[in-house]
């Protein structure tokens, strides 16, 4: 998932570098990025490495696409990711970030563009998925709290 980086700077702090910058600050890091953070910085955020990523169509970068199939087989897990059932033993639970997949096309859209085709014919529940990111700005994926998203989205 592409992340916002300034959702590394922490929520008592963020008055201070908005004025600063001139820029608002909304939303959270990803479940996956605050473990990170935790575990392999130590939490301190000035030593965590941002990448640039340019959106890319070719390489499917910073992009997402979803297309309703059969009402009856759609899966969810298509736009927000999944349980990876094979590591829920290594890690003790299916909460733990590392044993979930942040592979569908929102977390892949996240910082870029998402279309979805004819959503109209998508069952309810990817629909109030799409009123929440539109409206709020976030979504639901597994056992998490909302996940902070900011793409653009085409229907």
């Given at each position: 998932m592409h992340e916002?980086?300034l959702h590394?700077?922490p929520?008592?702090l963020?008055?201070e570098?908005?004025?600063e910058?001139?820029?608002?600050?909304e939303?959270n890091?990803?479940?996956?990025?605050q473990?990170?953070l935790?575990?392999e910085?130590?939490?301190d955020?000035e030593?965590?490495l941002?990448?640039?990523?340019?959106?890319s169509e070719?390489n499917?970068?910073?992009?997402g696409t979803?297309?309703?199939?059969d009402?009856?087989?759609q899966d969810?897990?298509?736009?927000?990711?999944?349980?990876?059932?094979s590591?829920?033993t290594?890690?003790?639970s299916?909460?733990?970030?590392?044993a979930y997949?942040f592979d569908?096309?929102l977390?892949?859209a996240?910082?870029?563009?998402?279309?979805?085709?004819?959503?109209?014919?998508?069952d309810e529940?990817f629909?109030?998925?799409?009123?929440s990111?539109t409206q709020e700005?976030n979504?639901?994926?597994g056992?998490?709290?909302?996940?902070?998203?900011d793409?653009?989205?085409?229907?």
């Open positions: 916002e980086p590394l700077i929520n008592e963020r008055s570098v908005e004025r910058l001139g820029v608002r600050i939303g890091l990803c479940p996956s990025c473990l990170k935790k575990t910085y130590d939490n955020i030593q965590v941002v990448e640039r990523v340019i959106v070719e499917r970068i910073g992009i979803f297309s309703p199939s009402p009856k087989s969810i897990a298509d736009l927000t990711g999944s349980i990876d059932f590591t829920i290594e890690y003790g299916e909460s733990d970030p590392r997949r569908g096309e977390n892949k996240n910082r870029g563009l998402m279309e979805f085709q004819e959503m109209l014919k998508c529940k629909l109030w998925n799409l009123l990111l700005g979504f639901k994926a056992r998490f709290a909302l996940i902070s998203a793409e653009s989205i085409n229907t």
